[in-house]
């Protein structure tokens, strides 16, 4: 088989069980959300002192599910197309309809106000949470964009006459295109995951990692964007620039602040741990009449 064609013998439903297919999309997630759980499960045990336990791990997994999904479909629409909120607002909560794209960004939102909302309700530190759990999470990111993006055949990249091309159904001609979803994995997903995997518990900072990867990922994501194809109901800024280039910027410009904040103010409104309300301390004598902080 000639690998060009390599695309047009890739089904989207990997498998059907009892009548019921499953697409690489989802399988996509299910991967990535899996892996984390076992590497994080694995950190747990091979870290001195590590800042969750294996209950706080399962409780966190609601809210990482949760905030994965609204995130990116919210953030879809509310960072691409804003004006379906006031068109259709029911095609949002829709996985029927011609619109069914998740927001890679908007699902990196709705995790870190998942993380949030987490380590605030659970007496933990948001910044050396993050620092504990970016290490394995960001593998999650090379199966959304090979399993989720080139095994279902979409987001083709832009048309080229190297012989890395292939054709893509999905793109409406025959042009030979970039595999710009493997770039895009190999770059925002692999490569972000051995390295921070190799520096884990190296960088002493408090919120080091969390920043560099804000600083790692949108320069990689902004690089393989040039290979990709730009979305056709928004084009190019300037002629150059695509959308979510933009949002790469943006979260240099964060990763960098936060670094730079964390250093200038080491003791901030952000940086206080949450007193978790499920460990307030219990009064001992009857006698006591001292108030507890």
């Not at 106000?113 to 949470?129: D, E, I, P, Q």
């Not at 190019?236 to 904040?261: D, H, K, M």
Request: hydrophobic share 45%.
């Amino acid at each position: 088989m000639n690998y060009h064609y390599l695309p047009y013998f890739v089904d989207p439903v990997a498998f059907v069980f009892f009548g019921v297919g499953a697409t690489w999309y989802t399988l996509s997630y299910v991967t990535g959300i899996g892996i984390t759980y076992l590497l994080t499960r694995y950190r747990i045990h091979t870290t001195e002192s590590p800042i969750i336990s294996i209950a706080d791990l399962h409780e966190f997994l609601f809210y990482l599910i949760l905030g994965i999904l609204l995130g990116g479909r919210v953030g879809y629409f509310l960072l691409y197309y804003p004006k379906m909120f006031i068109i259709s607002p029911l095609e949002i909560i829709s996985p029927f309809g011609p619109w069914r794209g998740m927001s890679q960004h908007g699902g990196i939102l709705g995790v870190l106000l998942s993380a949030f909302l987490f380590t605030r309700g659970f007496g933990k530190n948001f910044f050396r949470f993050m620092d504990f759990m970016v290490p394995q999470a960001t593998q999650a990111l090379f199966w959304g964009r090979i399993m989720g993006n080139f095994m279902s055949g979409g987001l083709p990249g832009r048309p080229t006459e190297m012989a890395i091309g292939m054709y893509f159904p999905a793109s409406g001609d025959f042009l030979l295109r970039h595999p710009s979803q493997i770039y895009q994995g190999i770059a925002e997903g692999l490569i972000p995951f051995l390295f921070f995997w190799a520096v884990k518990g190296k960088i002493k900072i408090r919120g080091g990692i969390f920043s560099l990867w804000f600083i790692l990922h949108g320069s990689l994501r902004f690089g393989t964007e040039y290979f990709r194809e730009p979305d056709s109901f928004i084009g190019l800024y300037l002629n150059s620039f695509t959308r979510g280039q933009l949002f790469c910027i943006c979260e240099i410009i964060v990763g960098i602040a936060i670094f730079i904040a964390l250093q200038l103010k080491t003791k901030s409104k952000w940086d206080e741990p949450f007193q978790n309300p499920r460990e307030t301390p219990q009064v001992q004598s009857i006698g006591a009449i001292e108030s507890l902080d």
